[in-house]
């Protein structure tokens, strides 16, 4: 009986922590607190807010990483999140969900090369920034601005 107490508190639990996306202000209110957080000088913050994103800019790096960790669609152990990203990006008109997913299967890899978590994270959002995603991503990305 107990370990089918144990059981039920544990389904429940699992089912209340369920990941949802974050809405538009929650993700302006973070966009916020990592330009703050991270004490952005005024160039990059002008840069990020039309979307481009030197390479190897550490602020840049950093920013991405932040962001991705706040909205919770990033995991320092596991990477992206991928089914959280096709969470968001798969329900749009334009992709099918199949299409999504492969776009997003072919750009996050589990960092074999060993890089820090900052190059790791901002070399697969970049590749999705530079897929077929990229309307899509530009599109949310604008709404935060």
Do not use: H
């Not at 330009?35 to 005024?42: E, H, I, T, Y």
């Not at 900052?118 to 990305?141: T, V």
Request: aromatic share 8%; hydrophobic share 35%.
């Amino acid at each position: 009986m107990m370990k089918f107490l144990i059981v039920i508190l544990s389904l429940i639990v699992l089912t209340s922590a369920e990941w949802k996306p974050k809405s538009r202000e929650q993700m302006k209110q973070f966009r916020v607190e990592c330009v703050r957080d991270l004490n952005l000088p005024q160039n990059i913050v002008d840069k990020l807010n039309r979307q481009e994103y030197p390479e190897n800019n550490e602020y840049v790096m950093e920013y991405i990483l932040c962001g991705a960790r706040k909205s919770e669609l990033w995991s320092d152990n596991e990477g992206w999140l991928s089914e959280r990203i096709l969470r968001l990006l798969g329900n749009d008109k334009t992709l099918n969900k199949e299409e999504v997913r492969s776009v997003i299967d072919g750009c996050l890899d589990d960092n074999s090369q060993g890089s820090s978590l900052q190059e790791w994270c901002f070399r697969n959002f970049k590749c999705l920034a530079d897929s077929k995603l990229r309307g899509l991503m530009r599109g949310m990305m604008q709404k935060l601005n």
